[in-house]
């Protein structure tokens, strides 16, 4: 009995091996894009004869491609096959912005497949939201192949989310207090299991770190600038949660005392002076007119001097964000991919007078590569990560 034990043991062990080793094939070819079994082997550290076994299975289950032989070798032999991310699943990923909704149909490789938007729910109303999310939702799944899985749902919001059950504990500019809202999105479409709530500025840090602006950085910040402002941050190659999941509330930093009176109820706060009313207020663009802020500054030719001394704030905080977290990267998003441009002078001039000089001479500032869908793509990452786990079973599952 001991000894048959054992095997089931070993049997087990070998299956789990399996598994991951299924997973990690796949998250290199997500990643990539598309990838030869050289590289593979190269990057995994196992045989040959295992990649290719591994790839096989890959493209049984939908989920990989092989292609012609490529003509660039790594080592010796013979030309290696290419191998290129499937169609047989994909995710939805949905942006809930102050502004409007945003959601996309996202294959693997990160490939956008289809995407549809709308307004903001009137008074973004939750219930109302999670409504307008579904209609959109069912657009962009309208013309997806028939064969094609859908293996998640991934959702970003403004504000602090309860990662454990998708309860959005608080999004001062939606005024948004314990909404569930993966279980209103759930229940709206028909979901076996809630979707993946995550705050925007944390899948914002994640995408640009996969796909975008910060490839290949450990130390970085990403900070989402709308309406409001918040920080994704990602430390030695690791996102930096907190206890709760909340940390990066960075706009919600005190800056002035007894300034202005922010949505969180507080004063003073650092987005109070750099976020989305604050620039519009600089350049005289009405407030009925915010969710079309990053179009107003791109019209902008020239700076006003409001804007130079938002753009000053702006520096000020980023000093104490460089001196806090020694990034090697901070990505600005949101509408401040449309505001630096316009002021990087003044930012990069009052971040120099206030930043400790070693941390200082490490950090850039970066426009997203991912331009405005930073928060979109990390929604999706998100949404694939349990494919990743254990490709077969979470097909089986869908």
């Known amino acids: 009995m001991a000894a048959k034990g054992g095997r089931s043991g070993v049997g087990t062990n070998q299956g789990k091996v399996r598994r991951h080793n299924l997973g990690t094939a796949l998250g290199h070819v997500h990643v990539d894009g598309h990838i030869s079994r050289a590289e593979l082997t190269v990057r995994m550290g196992l045989n040959r004869s295992t990649i290719a076994g591994l790839v096989s299975e890959l493209e049984s289950l939908g989920l990989a491609e092989q292609g012609k032989a490529q003509t660039a070798r790594v080592g010796a032999g013979r030309p290696s096959v290419d191998v290129s991310a499937g169609s047989g699943a994909h995710v939805l990923a949905v942006d809930v912005r102050v502004d409007g909704l945003v959601v996309a149909r996202v294959g693997l490789g990160g490939t956008v497949l289809a995407r549809a938007s709308g ?27 028939r064969m094609a899985r859908l293996v998640g749902v991934g959702v970003g919001v403004p504000g602090m989310i309860r990662v454990s059950d998708g309860v959005v504990r608080l999004a001062p500019n939606l005024d948004w207090h314990d909404v569930p809202f993966a279980q209103m999105l759930a229940e709206r479409l028909e979901l076996d299991h809630d979707p ?31 309406v409001g402002v918040g920080a994704g941050v990602i430390l030695g190659g690791q996102p930096l949660t907190g206890a709760g999941g909340y940390a990066g509330e960075i706009g919600h930093m005190p800056f002035q005392p007894g300034g202005l009176e922010c949505h969180c109820g507080s004063r003073g706060c650092w987005e109070t002076l750099v976020g989305g009313h604050a620039i519009a207020a600089a350049i005289g663009c009405p407030a009925d007119r915010i969710t079309t802020l990053g179009e107003v500054l791109d019209g902008v030719a020239t700076a006003p001097p409001a804007l130079h001394e938002v753009a000053r704030h702006l520096g000020r905080g980023l000093a104490g964000v460089v001196n806090l977290l020694n990034p090697q990267v901070i990505v600005l998003g949101g509408f401040l991919r449309s505001l630096l441009p316009l002021v990087e002078d003044s930012v990069d001039e009052a971040m120099k007078e206030q930043a400790l000089t070693a941390p200082r001479d490490q950090v850039r500032l970066a426009l997203p590569g991912l331009a405005g869908d930073s928060v979109l793509m990390g929604a999706a990452e998100i949404a694939f990560a349990d494919l990743m786990l254990d490709p077969a079973a979470r097909l089986a599952s869908a």
Not at 201 to 219: K, N, P, Q, S, W
């Open 119 to 145: 307004p903001p729910a009137a008074g973004h109303d939750p219930e109302a939201t999670a409504d307008s999310v579904a209609d959109l939702a069912r657009l962009v799944l309208r013309d997806a192949p």
């Open 196 to 226: 993946v709530m995550a705050n925007d500025a944390d899948l914002g840090a994640l995408a640009e770190h996969v796909r975008g602006a910060a490839v290949g950085v450990e130390d970085l910040v990403y900070l989402s600038g709308e």
